[in-house]
């Protein structure tokens, strides 16, 4: 069961940056209007585009590491790929395209279980629908009786 304090696994807490969201009801960190670095990638320059805030709203950049987490995979996966949860995601050559490791389109696979997690989590804290929220209705509702 994931700590609803941090992150779910304590060692992965140790090796995670401090310039990215360290709970779940954080939003995730996505910085902007800075100068990305630009390593080169064999022939051709390959940074992280502040542009995919707007298509992948779960991802995070860690300016400290120059790395990339999926916010959702950190707080609502589980055995979510340690790259986007717990090292970050740097190789920025294979990032995008098909087979892109952060560009994994809309569709059934773990990054897309956890978004949707995420946004139920998210729904449920707007909503104030918290199973906690409705056993203290009931129990209201039942001293009323």
């Known amino acids: 069961m994931q700590s609803e304090e941090t992150v779910s696994s304590s060692v992965a807490k140790q090796h995670l940056p401090n310039d990215i969201a360290q709970h779940k009801s954080d939003s995730p960190h996505q910085p902007s209007g ?3 670095p630009v390593p080169m990638f064999q022939s051709s320059l390959r940074c992280f585009q502040a542009s995919w805030y707007g298509d992948y709203s779960w991802l995070e950049y860690s300016i400290e590491r120059d790395a990339v987490y999926c916010f959702a995979c950190r707080f609502f996966g ?4 340690q790259s986007l949860t717990c090292v970050g995601f740097s190789d920025l050559k294979h990032a995008t395209g098909k087979s892109g490791h952060i560009m994994i389109p809309p569709a059934p696979n773990t990054i897309w279980l956890y978004y949707l997690s995420w946004k139920e989590y998210q729904s449920m804290i707007a909503n104030n629908s918290s199973v906690a929220v409705q056993l203290d209705k009931c129990r209201f509702q ?3 009786k």
């Open 34 to 36: 800075i100068a990305f």
């Open 142 to 144: 039942d001293r009323g």
């Open 78 to 81: 589980i055995a979510a790929n």
